[in-house]
């Protein structure tokens, strides 16, 4: 039997902890390491000189200083992620302003041995079976909120039950939002196309996923694992249905399930990490 392979990951919790699992799964040895940009370098260089990794995964191509990537002495593969803020916010106690010193610094693609663009994975052990919908059903929203997406959100909060979670949730808090929760809801915060950094979570957790289109696809398929909605009235009726009968999309939730799969981080990081260490 090989040795599993170790890898450290780099990255915000709030943003991209429900991406690493937390204890060694499927030859896979992690080690989450929390790092925020514009915080010093030698405190990350550390722990990863601890972990001894056969790989490092720093979440944000542009997260870490390029001088930084090149001193790890093996191979360090960049996990593209759109950053999870509204474009106007400069400043939140979970997304340190970077300097205009380390915006100068930061690393790009060409530092890395390897860039990936694709969906965030899902931890294993975030996965869980499709509960019995509620009969008053709970929406979820995790996300910052900006103009764009309030303007989706404002009248189904007004008439339902949603919850917004602006700030990244993390660990048992995170594990208790979903568990408490029927729906969840996929907006943009910015308007062009995108998929979300939240889309395989919520298909993992059981919860039926309405959102707007999801560019690329990754997949998954309209109307068969997931509701599209295009504007804020389709999300109120799409609300007012499933709370009028919520067993009506159980079908649909079992399909998001299965179709998350592709997301588990385990089945993802030894497709694309094992070639890279």
């Given at each position: 039997m090989s040795d599993p392979l170790r890898v450290t990951f780099v990255g915000m919790a709030s943003e991209v902890g429900h991406a690493?699992?937390?204890?060694?799964v499927?030859?896979?040895?992690?080690?989450?390491?929390?790092?925020?940009?514009?915080?010093?370098?030698?405190?990350?260089?550390?722990h990863i000189a601890a972990h001894a990794p056969d790989v490092v995964v720093v979440?944000?191509?542009?997260?870490?200083?390029?001088?930084?990537?090149?001193a790890v002495d093996v191979p360090v593969?960049?996990?593209?992620?759109?950053?999870d803020r509204?474009?106007?916010?400069?400043?939140?106690?979970?997304?340190?302003?970077?300097?205009?010193?380390?915006?100068?610094?930061?690393?790009?693609?060409?530092?890395?041995d390897r860039v990936i663009d694709r969906p965030l994975p899902v931890a294993d052990e975030l996965?869980?079976?499709?509960?019995?919908?509620?009969?008053?059903?709970?929406?979820?929203?995790?996300?910052?909120?900006?103009?764009?997406?309030?303007?989706?959100?404002?009248?189904?909060?007004?008439?339902?039950?949603?919850?917004?979670?602006?700030?990244?949730?993390?660990?048992?808090?995170?594990?208790?939002?979903?568990?408490?929760?029927?729906?969840?809801?996929?907006?943009?915060?910015?308007?062009?196309?995108?998929f979300g950094p939240r889309v395989g979570l919520y298909l993992a957790a059981g919860l039926l996923l309405v959102s707007e289109p999801l560019a690329p696809p990754h997949g998954l398929v309209a109307g068969t694992d997931h509701i599209e909605i295009r504007t804020s009235a389709e999300l109120v009726d799409v609300l007012a249905r499933v709370r009028a009968d919520p067993g009506t999309f159980t079908a649909m939730r079992e399909a998001g399930r299965r179709a998350a799969e592709t997301f588990r981080a385990s089945r993802v990081y030894g497709e694309v990490l094992v070639s890279a260490s």
């Open positions: 690493v699992p937390a204890a060694a499927d030859g896979l040895e992690p080690m989450f390491v929390e790092h925020r940009p514009g915080l010093p370098a030698a405190r990350l260089l550390a979440f944000g191509v542009g997260s870490v200083p390029a001088a930084t990537v090149r593969v960049g996990w593209d992620v759109a950053p509204p474009p106007t916010l400069n400043h939140h106690p979970d997304l340190p302003y970077a300097s205009a010193g380390f915006l100068a610094e930061r690393a790009v693609a060409a530092d890395y996965f869980t079976a499709p509960r019995q919908a509620r009969a008053e059903p709970r929406a979820l929203v995790i996300g910052h909120s900006s103009p764009r997406n309030e303007r989706v959100l404002i009248d189904s909060k007004h008439r339902h039950e949603v919850l917004h979670i602006a700030a990244g949730l993390k660990g048992d808090a995170l594990v208790g939002a979903l568990a408490g929760s029927d729906v969840a809801i996929n907006v943009r915060d910015e308007d062009g196309p995108g």
